[in-house]
């Protein structure tokens, strides 16, 4: 073949990497605001392009709607949804000021006699909702809901009247815990990693893990399953692992398990990235939306949590 004198151009190499994977998936399946995020956390994208994704989501009321947690449709505010926008507030170091100021003031509109959070107020009835989500009129308050979003508040140093009462809901409610569930746990432990009082979060945290590990609510070994029993409720293979407990080496989650437990858990969290690039939902699924729109979030959350821990997604 004759010279021409041109340079050939570059050849890419096939990208195989986890987090190349996961980048096709996303920009392939995601709604924008996980676009923002991934590209926050992982391209060096900007936190501005994140909030104003997250804007979309707001109400008028200060809450937010409009199935940012896609299990729940509609537009109506509800405290699971508020919840989550603080958390992606807290992702990119927004979780303050004036924003939150308000969201604090939507928070004390819709609490319980108790001062706490309901999961589901009644305003979404009427809307598509997940099956296994239930409404009732008189909503009870939930650790489920308050305890990440009074974690994420002390994590943040935001002080607002609405925190006493339901600071003092969480204690009481993680300390009377006898028999749970994982999700439960998952937002004790978010509401004791931030707690002020670290001796008092400690020892909760003591008795929390010796329960999970009693009640077998943590598969700790990927290769033996059926020894741990999927809850009550709970769809079919929905077993949590001690990941999603101590998501970083520095939650007091880490505490309940060895070193191998911990690392079969992240084997096994990192081969749970599919072929497609992102990672598998295993709640129930009940609408072919809600779960393209979930699959994004979990496939950032697996890549925040394996870098956490050190693990190469490169």
């Known amino acids: 073949m004759a010279e021409t004198g041109a340079s050939p151009l570059p050849q890419t190499p096939p990208a195989y990497s986890p987090l190349a994977r996961a980048e096709h998936f996303v920009w392939l399946t995601a709604r924008v605001l996980e676009q923002r995020r991934f590209a926050y956390h992982f391209l060096g994208g900007g936190a501005d392009a994140v909030e104003t994704a997250l804007a979309a989501y707001r109400n008028d009321d200060e809450g937010y709607g409009h199935a940012l947690e896609p299990d729940l449709r509609g537009p109506v505010s509800q405290p699971l949804h508020t919840g989550h926008a ?5 992702s990119i170091g927004r979780c303050g000021g004036q924003r939150v100021e308000r969201v604090c003031r939507y928070l004390t509109s ?36 308050t305890g990440p979003v009074v974690g994420l508040l002390h994590r ?27 999700y439960e746990v998952e937002a004790a432990v978010a509401f004791l990693d931030s707690a002020a009082d670290r001796p008092r979060a400690e020892a909760s945290a003591d008795r929390l893990g010796r329960l999970v590990r009693e009640q077998r609510l943590a598969a700790l070994d990927p290769d033996r399953l059926e020894a741990y029993p999927v809850p009550p409720g709970y769809a079919p293979g929905e077993r949590h692992f001690p990941h999603d407990y101590a998501r970083t080496p520095d939650s007091l989650a880490r505490a309940w398990f060895t070193d191998e437990e911990m690392t079969r858990s992240l084997d096994h969290l990192a081969h749970e990235q599919r072929e497609d690039g992102g990672w598998p939902i295993r709640w129930r699924q009940w609408a072919p939306g809600t779960a393209l729109e979930c699959r994004p979030m979990v496939t950032i959350e697996a890549l925040r949590t394996l870098r956490a821990y050190g693990r190469s997604i490169n």
Do not use: M
Request: hydrophobic residues 45%; aromatic residues 10%.
């Open 110 to 145: 819709v609490s319980a006699a108790d001062g706490a959070l309901p999961a589901i107020r009644p305003s979404q009835r009427g809307y598509p909702t997940a099956p296994f989500v239930p409404i009732v009129d008189d909503p009870p308050s939930e650790l489920l809901a």
């Open 156 to 182: 943040n140093a935001v002080w607002n009247a609405w925190l006493f009462r339901a600071t003092d809901f969480c204690w009481q409610a993680v300390e009377s815990l006898e028999k749970s569930h994982p």
């Open 86 to 90: 603080l958390r992606v507030l807290d």
